[in-house]
């Protein structure tokens, strides 16, 4: 089992190419060896060469994400996951970052279908501060990028996120990072 899954069934789920896009092409920044072993990782589970608005299997990327985290460590996949921020569309109204992280599970439900992905869910708590709970089944690594990412494209200055409590790899349910602008 995936830690970071958890024990949230994945299967039937997909993931749309703009997702697995934005993967590939962080992958492309790596160094040689690391790019070369997770293009490998993309291939082998056929995901080089994904659409926009084509589908894969949500497993099948997921695993493919943990298999790179195995290879490059947080940092890179923590790189990779700000890179959906860049690569899919938030709502117009969302010009802000509590507006981008209270969008962030609409974002994050409308790149997948076939059933409940996970999501994230933003509380406010200060005017510049607030937290945002993920139950994905990504890594951590990943979610705090996607979490940072939104934030950072959407603020007007420095972005803080920082890990508080539990986190699904120590068997809790989910992650909660604190956002701070």
Not at 27 to 48: G, I, N, P
Not at 64 to 93: E, K, M, N, T, Y
Request: charged share 25%; hydrophobic share 40%.
């Amino acid at each position: 089992m995936n830690p970071a899954r958890g024990d949230r069934p994945i299967a039937g789920i997909e993931v749309t190419g703009e997702w697995v896009r934005a993967v590939a092409a962080g992958v492309e920044k790596f160094s040689a060896d690391s790019q070369e072993s997770a293009l490998t990782v993309l291939e082998e589970a056929d995901l080089t060469g994904a659409e926009p608005g084509e589908w894969y299997a949500l497993a099948g990327y997921v695993d493919a994400v943990a298999d790179i985290h195995d290879i490059v460590g947080d940092q890179a996949v923590h790189a990779l996951g700000q890179r959906i921020a860049r690569a899919v569309s938030f709502p117009d109204d969302a010009g802000s970052v509590p507006g981008a992280l209270a969008a962030l599970d609409d974002v994050c439900r409308a790149g997948h279908r076939g059933g409940d992905p996970g999501g994230y869910a933003f509380r406010q708590i200060g005017d510049e501060d607030g937290r945002v709970e993920c139950r994905t089944p990504y890594p951590c690594a990943f979610d705090r990028g996607i979490v940072e990412g939104a934030a950072v494209a959407h603020a007007d200055g420095f972005v803080c996120v920082r890990e508080v409590g539990a986190c699904r790899t120590d068997g809790a349910d989910r992650c909660t990072y604190e956002i701070s602008w």
